[in-house]
Structures are given as structure tokens and as C-alpha cells.
């Protein structure tokens, strides 16, 4: 087949154009290192990368997400940390005040530094975080979580029941803190003491114990028990029973008491001593259903620290008041170190997360890079090929064009 003139300029012309396009392709492929500029590049690998372009979006965002549980686990972890030291100076107080050959100004020096103590407490039950939210408010991070009961005794808690999460990787959320009241109102049902109390109507120099658990299976002890004494009018002797909510018939009534007496409750046991007036009352109950207000019990504490003991009955109300709020100090400082190791598990579970998410987010820039970047130094390579082969033919083309037939009539 011949070919005209017209047609090998045609085809010489079409073929240096799509050289100069794929030229200028590279080039831009080169200036921008990538090898996918647009979808018509390649199709499916422009899909692939906008899927993965995807995936690296969502694990960026989960980082961040981490990071900002994080930090919030770690106020949390280091506000517990100051509220369990605070409460471990207040049970070092409750010790002190104990001591028999304190005056009463002495003890009225300690209810100050008790006093102290439970201000810093409600302080640090009122942290903020960064942003300024409180962080023991539930999901009501702008209200101070608690104020003064204007009673002077106990707080109002002002937050609510709710528990802020984040989503630190798919499908996966974390509480980021916790509420106030199950930290500053509650106790471990199952890692804290009956409490032992005193009726605070007692007349008489009768004394209570801390309750002791000798049998943690029994039923018994899920009971709240009532000790009430009496005086016969007759012939002055004192007898005490014993009721239980809810109600247990086998419990003893009218056993003579005679002075220190061990009292079996379920499988717990309480010592009464002293002198008992009519009619006073001692109860020993789960530490559960008890009024866990730390702060209600530091404001009772104080009042009775302050309280003059100069006479038997006084030192007797002293005496088990320092019991009871020493029993429930305890238990709210246990129950102060289980939710610090809750916080502390958060934030391991956080940390593990961060560094599979590292890996991942490792991986999935790898696979971005490999789909959709060039080898650069083989890409000049190619281009200078190309470059070199265009002007070649460009060249080549012209001299061809200069030809004639004229240039060969009369050689």
C-alpha cells in the first residue's frame, strides 16, 4: 500500500503529539510524585486509593479520639491519686484523735485540720480539665458536680448519672470518667466493712465496736441489725434484743447484759461495752445501704470533735463516732483506689489500642504510597527517554520535510 505524502505527514504529526502528551503526563506525574493525577490514570487503582484514603481519614480521627481519652483518663487517674492521699491523712487524723490524753482544745486543733482536709476534698471533687469541663459531672460537664448543703452537713450533687465515652477504634468506645457520686457517694459492696453506729439520742457510756466478719457467706450479714437495751423498773437490771431488716426470728431478746458482751450478727460480731442507758440503740448495717457521703461523714465527724467531753456519756459519744467514721473513711478510700485501678486499666486499654492504631495507620500509608506514587529516579529515567526519542524524531521529521524531488534533478 502506498502512502501519500500528506498521510506520513499526518501520522508523523499525531505520533510526536501523543509524545508530547505523555510528556507532559510525566512531567506533572514527576512535579507532583504521584502516579495517579486523575481516575482515568487508572481506574481501579484510583478506587482502591480513594478507599484507602478513607481508611486513613477514620484512623486519624481515632488517634486524635485517643489522645483526648488519654489525657482525660490521666487527670482522672492523678485527681484519684491526690483524693487518696487527702483521705489517707484523714484516717491518720481519726487515729490521732483517738488518743485518750488529747484535751478538748486538741481535738478542736484536729476537727480544724479534719475541717481542711474535707475542703481540699471537695475542691479536687470539683476539678476541671483543660477545657474547663468538670470532669466528675457526668455528662453535665459544665456544672460544678457539687455544692455545700446549706444544712452544713453533707453536699448536693448537681451532676448527673450519665458517663462520657470516646470511640477510640471501630466499634470500640471507652468511659472517660466518672461520676461523682460513684466516687464520693458510693463503696465497693464487696470490699467494705458493715458499718457500726451509735443512736444519737444514747444517754448512756455504752461503747460499740467495728464490726468483725467471721463468716463472709453468711446470709446474715446482706441484714441491717438494731441492738436496743432496756432497764427493768423493777430491779434495774439491763437486758438488750436484737431485730434485723428484714425481720429474723431466731435473733436473741431480753439476754441479760452484764457488761462487755461479744454480739454474734449473721456471721459478724460486734462488742458492746460500757453502760448502756434505756432505751439506747446501736446498729451495724452493709456498708452499702448505708448514707456514704464521705463529705456528710467528715461534716459529723468534725461537729462531734468540737463536742465537749466532760462527762462519761460525752467521751462514750466521742468514742463511737470516731468508730463509725473510721469504718466509713476507710471504705470510701477503698472504694477511692478500686475506681483509680478502673481508670488505670482505661487508659492500658487506650495505650494498646494507640499502638496497633500506629501500625495500621504504618500500613495504611505504605499501601497508599505503593498505589498511587512513582519511582522517581526511574521516572526521569523514562522521561528523558521519551524526551530523547521525541526530539530524535522531531529531527528526523524536519530533515524529511526539507527533501525534494528537485534536489536530486541534474546530480
Known amino acids: 500500500m502506498r502512502i501519500s505524502s500528506s498521510q506520513y505527514f499526518n501520522m508523523n504529526v499525531a505520533s510526536m503529539s501523543d509524545q508530547q502528551s505523555t510528556l507532559a503526563s510525566m512531567y506533572q506525574q514527576i512535579s507532583s510524585g504521584k502516579r495517579i493525577l486523575t481516575a482515568s490514570d487508572d481506574p481501579l487503582g484510583a478506587a482502591q486509593a ?15 479520639n485517643q489522645t483526648t481519652a488519654l489525657s482525660s483518663l490521666q487527670q482522672e487517674d492523678s485527681t484519684l491519686g491526690t483524693v487518696s492521699s487527702v483521705m489517707q491523712s484523714i484516717q491518720t487524723q481519726i487515729v490521732h484523735a483517738g488518743d485518750g490524753s488529747l484535751t478538748d482544745a486538741d481535738r478542736t486543733s484536729v476537727a480544724k485540720t479534719i475541717q481542711g482536709l474535707r475542703d481540699q476534698l471537695f475542691s479536687l471533687a470539683n476539678t476541671t480539665d483543660s477545657n474547663g469541663n468538670y470532669i466528675f459531672s457526668g455528662l453535665k460537664g459544665g456544672t460544678a458536680p457539687y455544692t455545700n448543703d446549706p444544712s452544713g452537713v453533707g453536699v448536693n450533687y448537681e451532676g448527673d448519672y450519665g458517663q462520657r ?7 470500640r468506645s471507652i468511659p472517660v470518667g466518672d461520676t461523682g457520686v460513684s466516687i464520693f457517694g458510693s463503696v465497693q459492696p464487696t470490699e467494705s466493712d458493715p458499718v457500726s453506729s451509735a443512736g444519737p439520742k444514747n444517754s448512756g457510756t455504752a461503747t460499740i465496736s467495728a464490726v468483725s466478719t467471721t463468716d463472709t457467706s453468711n446470709a446474715g450479714n446482706a441484714s441491717k441489725y438494731t441492738i436496743t437495751f432496756s432497764i427493768s423498773q423493777t430491779d434495774g ?13 431466731t435473733l436473741p431478746t431480753n439476754v441479760a447484759y452484764t457488761g462487755k458482751t461479744d454480739i454474734t450478727l449473721g456471721g459478724q460480731k460486734v462488742t458492746i461495752d460500757g453502760t448502756p442507758g434505756d432505751n439506747d ?15 456528710a461523714t467528715l461534716d459529723n465527724l468534725v461537729s462531734a470533735l468540737k463536742q465537749t467531753t466532760g462527762t462519761p456519756s460525752a467521751q462514750a459519744a466521742l468514742t463511737n463516732a470516731l468508730t463509725t467514721a473510721g469504718t466509713k473513711v476507710n471504705n470510701s478510700y477503698n472504694n477511692v483506689l478500686a475506681a483509680q485501678t478502673v481508670v488505670g486499666g482505661r487508659e492500658q486499654q487506650v495505650q494498646s489500642t494507640q499502638t496497633a492504631m500506629q501500625t495500621s495507620q504504618t500500613q495504611t500509608a505504605s499501601d497508599i504510597a505503593n498505589l498511587t506514587s512513582i519511582d522517581l529516579v526511574s521516572s526521569i529515567s523514562q522521561y528523558q527517554l521519551t524526551q530523547n526519542s521525541l526530539q530524535a524524531a522531531q529531527m528526523a521529521f524536519s530533515q524529511i520535510q526539507k527533501m525534494s524531488l528537485f534536489d536530486y534533478i541534474g546530480s
Request: zero cysteines; a negative charge; proline letters at 6%.
Open 281 to 295: 440503740t446501736f446498729t451495724v448495717q452493709p456498708a452499702a445501704t448505708d448514707n456514704n457521703d464521705v463529705f
Open 165 to 171: 465515652t470516646v470511640q477510640i477504634s471501630e466499634g
Open 237 to 249: 437490771s439491763t437486758s438488750y434484743s436484737v431485730a434485723s431488716d428484714p425481720p429474723d426470728n
Open 50 to 64: 480513594v478507599q484507602l484514603t478513607l481508611k486513613s481519614g477514620a484512623l486519624a480521627q481515632y488517634s486524635t
